[in-house]
């Protein structure tokens, strides 16, 4: 094989690529539940044969990382407590926004009855007097559309905080995701390779039976099986640790076959992206951060506008029916208050202006940090499929390296330390190459979700009424 094939072949096996070697490929469903990607490998298994790793192709059958079904993240996003909490926080913003649209003017009712006392000539006497008023406050057209413009603001951003909340919650899923699989699979491998030990030990054991072993041999064998016993017990205690941290928050996602690697329930990965002036400002429109930025502007803008319009005071219009003396006078009329405004109107709106000066410098300063984090994700995301694939080279020529000296170890060439040591080397490298291709395979679905991708909308919700 040479280099170029080998380097097609690593692509294919890392998880984040459609294997190469498969005759077709797995498509995601528009349902979003996937078929089998022909020629997802499964979790390494013990080989019958004693060698020098886990398997005799081991770099081949590291464990495929796979993302949640679709369906199954929208039965999480239904049961998250956070995001029916920013539901419930859209639902008071909606109503709020539904009262300042309609607006705070409501007609007032005042009744007054009195006894008049005259105790001169002609007039003398007792007198009963009444008199009803009905007035209501004017809300100016400039007014009720500032407060409309406020009021279509904040309810816009109350659903950017639900979207931000939603993408804030898928983000910590799928890491937590990815951490429970290479948590598994790293005790998958480590305790493969601890039992592939153990028959090697048996066969150690029997040439030293048969004299064409050394009992140091025996002894370094002996030792090198406790230490991987060691990893082993460790590295299923980091699995159980993970697996219970996610019984604990997502029990569905705990459950769910895909967790250990099942390519039947999960949609394909995909390559990490190139990195290209489109993709990144498809990044910025999907950025959640500057989505709720964005709408800090258009709430400060409308506050501004609102007192702006209030420096205009609002009249209060009324009528009015009374009787005095005792219902020989009777009075109708009209009422209109006008207030005068004052200075404290003109500071409001000097203080809404600094604001939206405020959010505007705000949105600038997220912007350059958005695109900041952009390119180095889309940066750190090639990184890691670069080096998945260059290790998941290291860990097929390790391997092979290691079956020599294994081979040579058995000829009488070399001595069993070396042996060890060239085993020892290979499993570090495949744990090396695990690593690297989980860490390329969570940068490709965090990068996919940042441009909107991955994230599955709820079912729809019930009419308010």
């Known amino acids: ?147 409309r413009q406020l009021a279509e603001a904040n309810s816009a951003q109350a659903r950017q905080l639900l979207s931000g909340s939603r993408r804030e919650w898928l983000d ?18 480590a305790r493969a390779s601890a039992q592939a030990l153990d028959r090697q030990a048996g066969m150690v054991q029997r040439r030293q039976q048969l004299g064409d072993a050394s009992r140091l041999e025996l002894d370094l064998v002996a030792a090198e099986q406790a230490r991987a016993d060691a990893a082993a017990l460790l590295a299923e205690g980091r699995a159980a640790s993970q697996r219970a941290a996610l019984q604990a928050r997502w029990p569905l996602l705990a459950a769910d076959p895909a967790l250990q690697g099942d390519p039947a329930s999960a949609a394909m990965l ?18 959640a951060v500057l989505a709720q930025a964005r709408g800090a502007v258009r709430q400060a803008e409308a506050q501004a506008e609102q007192a702006r319009a209030a420096r205009t005071p609002q009249p209060t219009v009324g009528a009015y029916l009374g009787s005095d003396r005792g219902g020989r006078e009777r009075i109708v009329g009209l009422q209109v208050q006008i207030p005068i405004g004052g200075a404290a109107r003109a500071a409001g709106e000097r203080a809404a202006l600094a604001d939206l000066e405020a959010a505007r410098w705000r949105l600038q300063e997220q912007g350059m940090r958005v695109r900041e984090q952009t390119r180095s994700l889309l940066a750190q995301g090639q ?12 860990a097929q020529r390790q391997q092979a390296a290691a079956e020599r000296t294994q081979r040579a170890w058995e000829l009488g060439e070399v001595g069993a330390s070396e042996w060890l040591l060239a085993r020892r080397n290979a499993l570090d490298v495949q744990m090396q190459a695990l690593q690297a291709r989980f860490d390329a395979a969570r940068a490709s679905a965090l990068l996919r979700l940042h441009e909107g991708l991955l994230d599955p909308q709820p079912a729809p919700e019930p009419a308010r009424p």
Do not use: K
Request: glycine share 6%.
């Open 1 to 147: 094989m040479n280099s170029l094939q080998g380097l097609v072949l690593a692509a294919a096996c890392l998880g984040v690529w459609p294997c190469a070697t498969a005759s077709a490929t797995g498509a995601v469903e528009a349902t979003g539940t996937p078929s089998a990607p022909q020629g997802a490998s499964s979790p390494a298994a013990p080989s019958a044969a004693p060698s020098a790793a886990p398997g005799p192709s081991a770099w081949q059958q590291l464990a495929q990382p796979t993302l949640p079904r679709a369906g199954l993240l929208r039965a999480l996003l239904a049961q998250a407590p956070s995001l029916a909490e920013a539901r419930a926080l859209r639902d008071a913003a909606d109503a709020r926004a539904d009262a300042l649209r309609i607006g705070p003017q409501e007609f007032t009712a005042q009744a007054q009855v009195q006894q008049r006392r005259v105790d001169e000539a002609p007039d003398n006497g007792r007198y009963t007097e009444w008199q009803l008023q009905l007035n209501r406050p004017l809300r100016l057209p400039s007014q009720a559309q500032a407060d």
């Open 172 to 189: 910590q899923l799928l890491r937590a995701w990815f951490d429970a699989q290479l948590a598994g699979a790293d005790a998958r491998l």
């Open 270 to 287: 995909r390559e990490v992206p190139e990195d290209s002036e489109a993709l990144r400002e498809r990044m910025l429109d999907h950025s």
């Open 383 to 394: 990184a890691q499929a670069g080096a998945a694939q260059a290790l998941m080279l290291a």
